[in-house]
């Protein structure tokens, strides 16, 4: 016999007795006996008496605290959750909500607000937050007079535009009245500490003085599934292949992991952030510039764990502030420092500024060497326990001097089969698989094919039951078709529906995915219209934005609809979580 609901008139708030209700509604016969001789007991020992049979005062409604995180590579929404708990354990209630799914007009009733923004690339807030932070600075934006708010900015001191979304959410939300009652602070890539003290800060600054402030928390549910490990791995080098011919200019690596003890539970979607090491010509270059040549316990840092290419204004104006030197003063006091740092990399610096330098000067200059994250290019129910990455090793020159992008050529240049490496699960659910009977639309040029790799493989294994399409595109066919064998396999056997590729320099006019999508663009806008998902993987700067333009225009023109009216079906799309981005 099921127990009746405890009535919303109980002497609890909502919460608390929607939590009851899924204790008690639920217990057996024996466990409400336990648990009413349990109270007696409390009470008696209480003192009982006229005491015990005096009303509970009512209980005070937790004050809600708004949430909202812009994040793509998953930091903000992490730490979002962290405040969420936080003000859980003070007597708030929060709501977290992905910028993506924010609804302007919701903010005008929020009383307390926090936002935790990543900026993108050059000063660009990340893809799923695009259209909600167009609204926020637009002219139709809601007035916030009154709304208590504070906002955590995370960014990378290597671009120019440092935490520049951060910045503008924040002076954006005064402009609209809100009241800034913890001030902003602007994180690096060593985000945790400087984050971990501002929650402890925002979360004390929102708190009402008779919040109550103590809440235990008390979990009877079942226990939820446990989350993917996100701990750090070695992994062994089984393959480590160029997947460009000897011809092409270009060397991407197809590297497949292996695990000793499993690999770690991703999904098709999900990232494995690298670490990396260093080139020791490029440190071993750098300390004897610096005079520091002879220094190995410095240089064995500087391979290991220190960023030793970056060269931010901050680098420089720390290299002014440490060393006194009086052309980098210069430089800052001109206002040249912004524009001399593009292209250039901490040796330069050195190079071009010499002055005597100790150890302690020269670490100062740098940061903690981050991991890259990659793309998982395999499903595990096709390779068990491997994982495949694609990396392609970045080399170009500037000023002079030949530049490597530091984790794709430690992997390109000093990996070898048979070697280790260490890496670590990033979990992407914000890019995963739909229902299997769904259509998928996959536009993935380069690089940017590797989760579709994934994507295919676990559609076969799973025997999906819905179409897939993927726009592929590189330089050439013959030297750059990377994992054409795949490709044709997947069309034999149906788990790759159509295909459709761009060869940049196979043409006197150059071919790109975007223009492949316009020219299917009646077929594409049926897929869509029937309920099929877009995805677009790779370069953020150029392709993704193209790609996105070329779409609306297609819904334009096969549609007979206005440009603003088409920009409307792809808002929908993004809306609905069926135009999702992976983007870098």
């Not at 761009?502 to 869509?528: G, N």
Request: proline share 5%; with cysteine; glycine share 8%.
């Amino acid at each position: 016999m099921e127990m009746s609901p405890i009535p919303k008139t109980a002497p609890f708030a909502e919460e608390e007795i929607d939590l009851l209700n899924r204790v008690v509604g639920t217990a057996s016969p024996i466990q409400r006996a336990w648990l009413a001789g349990l109270l007696a007991g409390i009470d008696a020992s209480s003192g009982g008496g006229a005491l015990s049979l005096q009303p509970a005062a009512p209980a005070r409604p937790a004050e809600p605290l708004t949430i909202v995180y812009a994040s793509e590579s998953g930091n903000s929404e992490k730490l979002a959750g962290n405040i969420a708990k936080s003000a859980r354990k003070n007597g708030l209630k929060p709501t977290v909500i992905d910028m993506a799914d924010l609804d302007l007009a919701a903010l005008t009733s929020a009383k307390k607000l926090v936002f935790i923004a990543a900026t993108w690339g050059e000063g660009d807030p990340p893809a799923r937050a695009v259209r909600a932070y167009n609204e926020l600075m637009g002219e139709g934006a809601p007035r916030l007079d009154g709304v208590e708010f504070g906002v955590l900015a995370l960014g990378d001191t290597a671009y120019v535009e440092f935490c520049a979304i951060g910045k503008k959410i924040d002076e954006r939300l005064a402009a609209l009245g809100g009241k800034r009652v913890v001030e902003r602070v602007d994180c690096d890539l060593d985000f945790a500490e400087p984050a971990a003290r501002w929650i402890g800060d925002a979360v004390k600054v929102l708190t009402p003085p008779n919040a109550g402030g103590r809440v235990i928390e008390v979990d009877f549910g079942g226990k939820p599934a446990a989350p993917a490990s996100t701990d750090i791995i070695e992994a062994e080098i089984s393959e480590h292949v160029d997947l460009n011919s000897s011809r092409s200019d270009k060397e991407t690596v197809h590297l497949a992991l292996s695990f000793e003890h499993g690999a770690p539970a991703y999904e098709p979607g999900d990232s494995l952030d690298l670490y990396p090491e260093n080139d020791p010509a490029y440190v071993d270059d750098l300390l004897k510039l610096a005079g520091l040549a002879r220094d190995e316990k410095l240089r064995g840092d500087f391979i290991k764990s220190r960023d030793v290419t970056t060269l931010s204004l901050r680098t420089v104006e720390t290299y002014a502030e440490t060393t006194g030197h009086h052309y980098v003063k210069a430089l800052i006091a001109d206002g040249q420092a912004r524009e001399w740092i593009a292209g250039r990399q901490l040796i330069d610096l050195i190079a071009t500024f010499p002055i005597a330098l100790d150890a302690e000067k020269l670490r100062a200059l740098t940061r903690p060497l981050a991991p890259r994250a990659y793309s998982i290019a395999s499903s595990r129910r096709e390779v068990g326990d491997e994982a495949h990455l694609l990396i392609s090793a970045v080399r170009y020159d500037s000023h002079g001097r030949q530049r490597k992008g530091v984790a794709s050529n430690f992997v390109a240049e000093r990996l070898k089969r048979g070697g280790r490496v260490r890496v670590k699960l990033k979990p992407n659910k914000h890019f995963a698989l739909p229902a299997p009977g769904k259509d998928i639309i996959m536009v993935g040029p380069g690089t940017g094919v590797a989760p579709f790799r994934a994507f295919v493989q676990e559609r076969r294994a799973t025997e999906a039951s819905g179409r897939s399409w993927l726009f592929f595109g590189d330089r050439t066919f013959t030297h750059d078709f990377l994992y054409q064998l795949d490709w044709q396999d997947a069309l034999n056997d149906g788990a790759l529906t159509r295909m459709d590729v761009a060869f940049s320099r196979d043409t006197p006019e150059k071919i790109y995915v975007q223009h492949k999508l316009w020219d299917r663009r009646a077929e594409l806008v049926e897929w869509l219209d029937g309920g099929a998902y877009f995805y677009v993987c790779g370069d953020a700067k150029a392709m993704a934005k193209d790609v996105r333009a070329a779409l609306v225009r297609a819904f334009a023109d096969v549609k007979a609809l206005s440009p603003d009216a088409a920009e409307q079906a792809v808002v929908t799309l993004e809306r609905k979580k069926r135009y999702l981005q992976d983007v870098y």
